[in-house]
């Protein structure tokens, strides 16, 4: 028989300088403060782990931070109420196969559920099925692709390949009451959708999904309802430390779902909450309705593809000086000597760190369209 049940969603949970002591006294109620009544009240909490559980830190070469912490870290969240981490993020693999296998390893050994990371690409999409109370909740997730993902051999993420993973939403939204899509992308610090981000949102609705927040910008977006489901483009943090007048980077939504077979359809709040010197608290009330009421307002131009379109292309334009250096090499001249002397000038003026940059802005799904944008609108000279 199905009873109410309470869902809570946090966003990206790391810890950092500043939170560190916390994790090492395992001090859950200092770190969280008056959020832990909310979780501790919900009958299902779940969030996204993006940093690496190790006690023997490799990290990779890459391009970006690398974020680990002990392995026993795992247990702070644990007696916080956060029963199930997604484990599909860009930070995955920063300390290699073996940080996932140790992550894995330390979630199975402290009962905490996890998904969106395996051995291979077909383990790390196996979607996940939580029981409460009657209700079959389905949560599925993906990250965009950076340093991080599975293949068919190795160990890493789930990564969101269209041509498969569409259908295969709508044959899982068969099988559970609720579906819920944890998508880890889009640009950082942007409070609108891409065009593009936008576009594979609403087609996770179209699937079935009953909910699709968007995490890793880093700041809190904006909301769609759209068809019967309801996207949110960027939930911003919930543990990533606090940043001394940076609000943008401090704040953050928790989602509570309430699914009850008496109501018309699950009721979803908006929880404001802040990072401050001492851990993360809930927003006080009259700042709260602030923020949601410019939430609301951004959102009032969601359905304007030409908005969206311009509001992408003013951004963007805006990244030209960090991004055209990763991408343009020196001329023809270049590129002949670079030929005869075998690729020696590319060797003696690239560094490794630099190719690793320019692959990454090539191959993730976020910078690929940032790029395309900016040489799209660079005038001829």
Not at 215 to 235: A, M, V
Not at 248 to 259: A, H, R, T, Y
Request: positive net charge.
């Amino acid at each position: 028989m199905k009873e109410e049940t309470e869902i809570i969603i946090c966003g990206d949970l790391c810890p950092t300088k500043d939170t560190k002591k916390y994790f090492e006294n395992q001090d859950n109620d200092s770190l969280f403060n008056d959020i832990m009544p909310i979780f501790k009240n919900a009958d299902f909490v779940l969030g996204n782990l993006e940093f690496v559980l190790t006690d023997s830190p490799k990290p990779i070469k890459k391009a970006g931070p690398v974020l680990h912490g002990k392995t026993n870290y795992i247990k702070v969240l644990k007696k916080a109420g956060i029963q199930t981490v997604s484990l599909a993020n860009n930070h995955t693999k920063d300390c290699g196969e073996e940080g996932v296998k140790s992550t894995i390893k330390a979630c199975k050994e402290n009962d905490v559920d996890f998904f969106g990371a395996g051995e291979n690409i077909t383990k790390a999409k196996v979607p996940y099925i939580k029981i409460v109370k009657g209700y079959k909740i389905g949560v599925i997730t993906f990250a965009e692709q950076e340093f991080n993902v599975a293949t068919a051999t190795e160990y890493g993420s789930s990564f969101l390949d269209p041509y498969k993973d569409y259908d295969k939403i709508q044959a899982f939204k068969k099988n559970v009451d609720y579906l819920i899509v944890l998508y880890h992308g889009g640009i950082e610090h942007y409070e609108y959708p891409s065009p593009l981000l936008q576009k594979k949102c609403r087609k996770f609705i179209e699937k079935g999904a009953d909910l699709v927040t968007c995490q890793h910008s880093h700041c809190i977006g904006t909301l769609e309802k759209y068809d019967e489901g309801t996207i949110l483009y960027g939930q911003g943090n919930t543990l990533f430390g606090y940043k001394e007048g940076n609000d943008s980077w401090n704040q953050g939504l928790l989602i509570k779902l309430i699914l009850n077979a008496k109501l018309e359809k699950p009721e979803l709040e908006l929880i404001p909450i802040h990072a401050t010197k001492k851990g993360i608290w809930c927003m006080e009330k009259t700042k709260g309705t602030e923020l949601l009421e410019r939430v609301y307002e951004r959102s009032t131009n969601i359905k304007d593809a030409v908005y969206i379109e311009r509001k992408w292309i003013e951004f963007c334009s805006t990244k030209k000086a960090l991004y055209l250096p990763y991408l343009f090499g020196f001329g023809r001249y270049f590129i002949y000597l670079n030929r005869i002397l075998k690729n020696k000038l590319v060797t003696l003026f690239y560094s490794n760190r630099a190719v690793r940059t320019s692959h990454n802005i090539i191959r993730c799904e976020a910078h690929n369209e940032v790029i395309h944008t900016i040489l799209n609108n660079i005038k001829s000279k």
